[in-house]
C-alpha cells in the first residue's frame, strides 16, 4: 500500500479513536449532568406544574392576577431597586478594585480583607446594625444634627433610600471580588507599551485597561443585579413594609394565602424576566462579559 493511500486510513482511525475518547469522557461525566440537571430542571418544573394546575385542573388565573396594579407596582419596585443598587455598586466596586489591583501585596491583602469582612457577620446582624445606624435617633442623623448639617432628622430608614442603601453594603463585595480578580491578571506592560506608543495616563487607562476589565465587570454585575432581583431580608427590615420586593410578594402568597399557585407564578414569571434580561445582556456585550469568562 502506497502513502497517499495510508494516510486517509491512518485518518479515519485518528478520528474514531478520538470519537470513542469523547465519549468515554462523556460517559464518565453522564451521571454528575444528570444529577445536576435534574436538581435545577425538577424544582423549576415543578413551579411551573403548580402555577398553571389548580384544584379545577389547568387555570391561567394565577397569571392573570398580575395585571392587578399592586402586583405590577411590586414588580416595578423590584427592578428599580435591583438596578439602582448595581449601578451604585459599579461606581463604588470599580475604584475599590482597581486600588487594590494597584497596591503592593500586603496593602492589597489588607484591602480585600476589608472588603471580605462582612462575608464573616450574618447578613441579618449586617442589616439590623444599619437600622441602627440609619434609624431617626440612629448614629448618622445624630451626628449631622450635632455638627449643624441638618435642622431635623431624615428620613433614612424604612422607606427605598434605606433599603438601596442596605443592599449596596450587603452586594459591594459580589461585584468587587471578580473584578478584582480580573484585574489582577490584566499585564501592566500593555500601559506602559500605550504611552510608549505615545498615548496619554487617560487614553490607555480607557482604551487598554477598561475594555480589558469587561469579563469581571460582567461576572459582577450578573451576581449583583441576580441576587438583588431575589433579595428579601434587607428589604424587608430596612424597608419596613414600605417597599414591597417580588420575593416578598412570593412569601405572602404562601405564609400568608396559602396559595401555592400565585406564588410559583410569581417565581415563573421573575425568572423569565431575569434569563430574558440576562439573555438581553449577554447579546448586548457579548457572551464571554456576560459569563466572566475570556
Not at 435591583?82 to 496593602?107: D, E, K
Not at 451576581?223 to 428579601?232: E, K, N, R
Request: aromatic share 12%; hydrophobic share 55%; with cysteine.
Amino acid at each position: 500500500m502506497s502513502a497517499a493511500e495510508a494516510e486517509p486510513r491512518n485518518k479515519r482511525a485518528l478520528e474514531r479513536q478520538a470519537r470513542k475518547e469523547q465519549a468515554g469522557l462523556l460517559s464518565l461525566s453522564l451521571p454528575a449532568f444528570i444529577l445536576v440537571g435534574s436538581l435545577v430542571l425538577v424544582p423549576i418544573a415543578w413551579l411551573f406544574w403548580l402555577s398553571i394546575y389548580g384544584n379545577d385542573g389547568f387555570t391561567l388565573q394565577n397569571y392573570t392576577r398580575m395585571l392587578h396594579p399592586s402586583y405590577r407596582l411590586t414588580l416595578i419596585t423590584t427592578f428599580e431597586l435591583a438596578f439602582l443598587v448595581t449601578g451604585i455598586c459599579i461606581l463604588l466596586g470599580y475604584p475599590l478594585a482597581y486600588i487594590g489591583a494597584q497596591l503592593g501585596p500586603r496593602m492589597a491583602s489588607l484591602l480585600m480583607l476589608c472588603v471580605l469582612f462582612p462575608f464573616w457577620t450574618s447578613l441579618l446582624v449586617r442589616t439590623y446594625a444599619w437600622l441602627v445606624l440609619l434609624q431617626r435617633r440612629g448614629v448618622i442623623n445624630t451626628w449631622l444634627m450635632e455638627w449643624g448639617v441638618i435642622d431635623a432628622p431624615l428620613k433614612l430608614v424604612h422607606n427605598f433610600t434605606g433599603t438601596a442603601i442596605g443592599m449596596v453594603h450587603i452586594m459591594l463585595p459580589f461585584l468587587v471580588l471578580p473584578l478584582y480578580a480580573n484585574m489582577k491578571a490584566i499585564d501592566t506592560g500593555l500601559m506602559k507599551a500605550a504611552s510608549n506608543l505615545g498615548a496619554s495616563p487617560t487614553r490607555a487607562f480607557w482604551q487598554i485597561y477598561v475594555p480589558l476589565t469587561y469579563s469581571g465587570l460582567g461576572a459582577g454585575v450578573i451576581l449583583v443585579f441576580v441576587l438583588s432581583l431575589g433579595f428579601y431580608v434587607t428589604p424587608a427590615l430596612l424597608g419596613g413594609g414600605r417597599v414591597m420586593m417580588w420575593a416578598m410578594q412570593i412569601e405572602r402568597s404562601m405564609a400568608v394565602y396559602a396559595d401555592w399557585g400565585a406564588a410559583s407564578a410569581l417565581g415563573v414569571v421573575l425568572l423569565v424576566m431575569t434569563l430574558s434580561i440576562l439573555w438581553a445582556f449577554a447579546k448586548l456585550t457579548g457572551a464571554s462579559a456576560a459569563t466572566g469568562a475570556k
